[in-house]
C-alpha cells in the first residue's frame, strides 16, 4: 500500500507542474486575434501524462533510483507506522467526469521546482589586491597588503647639501619649486609602471669610477649620475637626494630600476667598454631567438674569395679627397655602379667556381667594411683632375698636380701642430641675400647681398666673421686688405707673446695675392715686428678647417627667415655654442681705410716674359725691410725682386659715404616691406640709398 501511495503522489505533484505551465502559457492581451487557449483536458488524460512523465523520468536515472531502494522501503514502512489517520475511503480522489473543466481554485498544491544554478563569472576589477594596485598607481590613498594605511605621496624637501652648492657637476639649486612641482606632477601622472621605470632609466647615468677612496676589493665599477628634466627640455644635473625627493621614490626603487638598467658586467668588460656607451641610457638587453638551426655559418674561405672579389674590382683614386679618417682610405667606384649589380655579378662568378655565394646583407657589410663607396665627395671636382680622368692632360703634369696637392697639405698640418706660431685659414663665405624668406612675393625680387669674411685658428679653434652688406663694402681688394689689416692688428695687440703669423688660403689672387693686400700684410708686419707668412693650397683642392663655420652658418640659416644685415650678424654669433660662439665684427661704410701709399708696386716674381708669374707663388713672407717668396712649398725663400721702400705711411679712409644700390633693387625691397618686421625694416630699407 506505501508503495501504491507512493506513485499516487508523485502523480499529483507531476499533475500541478503541468497545470501550472498551462496557465502560464495562456496569454493575456485581449487585443490578440489567435485564439491558443488549449483545450479541454480530462483528469484521466491529465493523470496519464503525469505518470508518463514520471515514468520517463524514472527510466533517465536508473542508478538514482537503485540506491534509493533499500533506504525507499524502510521509509514506506515508517510512514504507514506513523500515518495512522489516512483512511482511503474519505481521501479525496481524481474526478473521472470528463465533462467537468479544470476549477483553479482546487487544483493541487503545486511543489518548488529548484531552478538551474547561474554560472559565476571573474570580476577581477573588483578585486581586493587589484583595487589596490591601482590606487597605489594612481598614487591614491590606500591599504597595502599587510594592512598599513598608506597616505598620498608627496612632493620631498629641496636639497640644501653644501657640497652641491659649491660643485660645478650639480645644479640642485637652479630647480625652482615650481619646476620640482611640475616633475612631480608629470612623473604621476603616468599611466603605467613601465613607463616611469623608463623615465628614470633614461635620467641616471652610469661612469666608470674616477677614483677609489677604499683601497680593498669593491665589487662597484661604477658611479651613477642623476639628473631633472625641466618641461623646457633643458637637463639639470642633480644629487641623489634631490633626485628621489622631487620624483617622491625610494632610493631602494632607484637602485632596484637602474640595476635592471645597467646590466651586471664584469670589471673587465666595463674597462674595455667605451665611455660614450656608459654616459647613453642603457634599456633592458634585447634578447635573440633562438637559433632554429637551419642557417649555416660561413665559411672562411667562402669569405676569403668575397675579399678577393672585391679587390679586384676598378676603383678610382680620391687622392685629392681631403685627408681624414673617413675618406683616407676609400675606394671610390665609377658614377653609376650599384651594389646590387655588384652582388648579382659575385654570385655568377662564386657559382662558376663552385662557391658558396653570401647574401646582399653581408655583401654589403664587406662591402663598406672593406672601405667600398660610389659616392664621389662634390669637392672632389678639381679641373686638372677632371681633365686627367677623360685623358687631356699628361701624365707627368698630373703626377706634379697630385704631388703640390699632398705636399701643401702636410705643410699646413706641420704648420698647425707648431704651438710657437699662430696659425690661421681664412676664406670668403657665398653671398647672402637679404631679406630671406619663404615668401612667394619675394621669389622674383633682386635683394641686397650681406657678405661675410671668416678667419679660423688651427690652435685655440677661435672663428671671426667680418660681415657687411652692400650698402658699407663692396668686393674690392682694399675691402679684404682692410679685412687681413683689421684682424690681425687687434690680435697682435691681444697676443704680444706672438711674433710669427701663418695665413692659409685659396688661390684667388683678387682676394689674397695681390699687391694691395701685399702692402698692408707688411705695413702691418714692419708696425708691430712680427713675421707674416701667406701661404695658399693648390687650385681645386683648398677645402681648409674655415669652411666649418660655413657649414655650421648654413645649418643654421637654412631653418629660419632673416630680413635684416643684423639678424646676419646675431645668427653668426649663435651658430656655434662650443668650445665658443664666433666673434662677429659688423663692418660699416666709415670703417675700412687703405694705404695712403705703396711700399712696393708689385709681388710678381718674375719680371720678363716666361718668368713666374703672382698665379705661381705659393707663400709669401712678410718682415721688416723684406718680402720673400717661394714658387713650391718645398723650396727655400728667396727675395722678391722688388725694390722695397722705406718709407712710413699713413691709412687713409677708403668710403665717404654709403653705396647706392640700382633703382630696381630699391623698388623691389620696398615691395617687401609687407612680408617684413616694421621697425627693422623701416630702418633698413625704408630709404636706400639708391640710383
Known amino acids: 500500500m506505501a508503495a501504491a501511495r507512493k506513485e499516487h503522489m508523485e502523480a499529483a505533484e507531476a499533475l500541478a507542474v503541468l497545470m501550472d505551465l498551462m496557465e502560464n502559457s495562456q496569454l493575456q492581451d485581449d487585443n490578440c486575434d489567435l485564439d491558443i487557449t488549449p483545450p479541454e483536458v480530462t483528469n484521466n488524460e491529465i493523470e496519464n501524462t503525469a505518470l508518463h512523465v514520471l515514468t520517463t523520468n524514472t527510466e533517465a536515472a536508473p542508478v538514482q533510483l537503485s540506491q534509493r531502494g533499500n533506504?525507499?522501503?524502510?521509509?514506506?514502512?515508517?510512514?504507514?507506522?506513523?500515518?495512522?489517520?489516512?483512511n482511503p475511503d474519505t481521501s479525496p480522489e481524481p474526478s473521472t467526469d470528463s465533462d467537468t473543466e479544470m476549477d483553479p481554485s482546487h487544483k493541487p498544491q503545486s511543489i518548488a521546482l529548484r531552478s538551474p544554478t547561474k554560472i559565476r563569472k571573474r570580476k577581477p576589477h573588483q578585486w581586493k589586491s587589484n583595487i589596490r594596485k591601482k590606487l597605489r598607481l594612481e598614487d591614491d590613498e590606500h591599504t597595502n597588503s599587510v594592512g598599513k594605511h598608506q597616505q598620498k605621496r608627496e612632493l620631498g624637501p629641496m636639497c640644501t647639501s653644501a657640497f652641491c652648492k659649491k660643485s660645478n657637476l650639480r645644479n640642485c639649486s637652479s630647480l625652482e619649486e615650481t619646476d620640482r612641482k611640475e616633475i612631480f606632477t608629470s612623473f604621476w601622472g603616468?599611466?603605467?609602471?613601465?613607463?616611469?621605470?623608463?623615465?628614470i632609466q633614461a635620467l641616471v647615468t652610469a661612469?666608470?669610477?674616477?677614483?677609489?677612496?677604499?683601497?680593498?676589493?669593491?665589487?662597484?665599477?661604477?658611479?651613477?649620475?642623476?639628473?631633472?628634466?625641466?618641461?623646457?627640455?633643458?637637463?639639470v644635473s642633480v644629487c641623489k637626494k634631490m633626485f628621489c625627493s622631487t620624483l617622491g621614490i625610494s632610493k631602494r626603487t632607484i637602485g632596484s630600476w637602474t640595476s635592471d638598467s645597467f646590466c651586471k658586467r664584469s670589471q673587465g668588460e666595463l674597462l674595455e667598454a667605451d665611455e660614450s656607451e656608459l654616459r647613453t641610457t642603457a634599456h633592458k638587453p634585447k634578447t635573440k631567438s633562438p637559433c632554429s638551426g637551419k642557417t649555416k655559418p660561413v665559411s672562411e674561405e667562402d669569405m676569403k674569395y668575397l675579399k678577393i672579389w672585391l679587390l679586384d674590382l676598378p676603383t678610382v683614386e680620391s687622392h685629392y679627397c681631403r685627408q681624414t679618417d673617413t675618406y683616407r682610405d676609400k675606394k671610390f667606384l665609377f658614377p653609376g655602379t650599384k651594389v646590387t649589380d655588384l652582388h648579382e655579378d659575385y654570385c655568377k662568378?662564386?657559382?662558376?667556381?663552385?662557391?658558396?655565394?653570401?647574401?646582399?646583407t653581408m655583401f654589403r657589410k664587406m662591402f663598406s667594411a672593406m672601405g667600398f663607396s660610389i659616392f664621389i665627395p662634390k669637392k672632389d671636382q678639381c679641373e686638372k683632375c677632371m681633365a686627367a680622368k677623360v685623358g687631356n692632360l699628361s701624365n707627368d703634369l698630373y703626377n706634379e698636380?697630385?704631388?703640390?696637392?699632398?705636399?701643401?697639405?702636410?705643410?699646413?698640418?706641420?704648420?698647425?701642430?707648431?704651438?710657437?706660431?699662430?696659425v690661421w685659414t681664412m676664406d670668403l663665405q657665398a653671398v647672402h641675400l637679404c631679406p630671406k624668406t619663404n615668401a612667394s612675393s619675394a621669389y622674383?625680387?633682386?635683394?641686397?647681398?650681406?657678405?661675410?669674411?671668416?678667419?679660423?685658428?688651427?690652435?685655440?679653434?677661435?672663428?671671426?666673421?667680418?660681415?657687411?652688406?652692400?650698402?658699407?663694402g663692396n668686393l674690392s681688394s682694399e675691402m679684404f686688405a682692410y679685412i687681413y689689416y683689421i684682424h690681425f692688428e687687434n690680435y697682435v695687440k691681444a697676443n704680444p707673446g706672438k711674433k710669427h703669423y701663418i695665413i692659409w688660403s685659396d688661390n684667388c689672387c683678387h682676394q689674397n695675392k695681390n699687391v694691395t693686400v701685399a702692402n698692408l700684410l707688411y705695413h702691418l708686419a714692419r708696425k708691430y715686428n712680427v713675421t707674416i707668412d701667406q701661404k695658399v693650397l693648390v687650385t681645386g683642392h683648398t677645402q681648409m678647417e674655415c669652411d666649418s663655420m660655413h657649414s655650421t652658418i648654413e645649418r643654421n640659416i637654412q631653418i629660419i627667415d632673416i630680413f635684416t644685415p643684423t639678424e646676419y650678424a646675431v645668427l653668426f654669433r649663435t651658430s656655434r655654442k662650443r668650445p665658443f660662439p664666433y666673434t662677429?665684427?659688423?663692418?660699416?661704410?666709415?670703417?675700412?681705410?687703405?694705404?695712403?701709399?705703396?711700399?712696393?708696386?708689385?709681388?710678381?716674381?718674375?719680371k720678363g716674359k716666361g718668368d713666374p708669374t703672382v698665379g705661381d707663388l705659393k707663400a709669401i713672407r712678410y718682415e721688416r725691410g723684406e718680402v720673400q717668396y717661394k714658387l713650391s712649398h718645398n723650396d727655400d725663400w728667396e727675395m722678391l725682386p722688388q725694390r722695397v721702400r722705406e718709407v712710413e705711411l699713413d691709412t687713409l679712409q677708403l668710403f665717404h659715404q654709403q653705396s647706392q644700390i640700382t633703382q630696381r633693387k630699391f623698388q623691389d625691397v620696398v615691395s617687401m616691406l609687407s612680408i617684413m618686421p616694421t621697425v627693422p625694416a623701416k630702418r633698413y630699407f625704408e630709404n636706400p640709398p639708391h640710383d
Request: with cysteine; glycine share 6%; charged share 30%.
Open 401 to 422: 698636380h697630385v704631388e703640390q696637392k699632398n705636399l701643401a697639405r702636410e705643410k699646413k698640418e706641420k704648420d698647425k701642430d707648431d704651438n710657437s706660431k699662430s
Open 584 to 606: 662677429v665684427v659688423e663692418i660699416e661704410y666709415h670703417h675700412p681705410v687703405k694705404l695712403g701709399g705703396q711700399y712696393f708696386t708689385s709681388i710678381r716674381p718674375g
Open 71 to 86: 533506504e525507499a522501503e524502510s521509509d514506506m514502512e515508517a510512514e504507514d507506522e506513523q500515518d495512522v489517520a489516512y
Open 349 to 360: 662568378s662564386a657559382s662558376g667556381k663552385s662557391m658558396r655565394a653570401v647574401g646582399l
Open 207 to 235: 661612469q666608470p669610477i674616477k677614483q677609489k677612496k677604499n683601497t680593498t676589493s669593491s665589487r662597484r665599477h661604477t658611479s651613477l649620475f642623476y639628473a631633472l628634466k625641466k618641461f623646457d627640455g633643458s637637463i
Open 190 to 199: 603616468m599611466k603605467s609602471w613601465e613607463c616611469r621605470k623608463s623615465y
Open 444 to 472: 622674383y625680387k633682386t635683394k641686397v647681398q650681406v657678405h661675410n669674411m671668416t678667419y679660423f685658428n688651427l690652435g685655440t679653434k677661435e672663428g671671426f666673421c667680418y660681415t657687411w652688406d652692400e650698402c658699407n
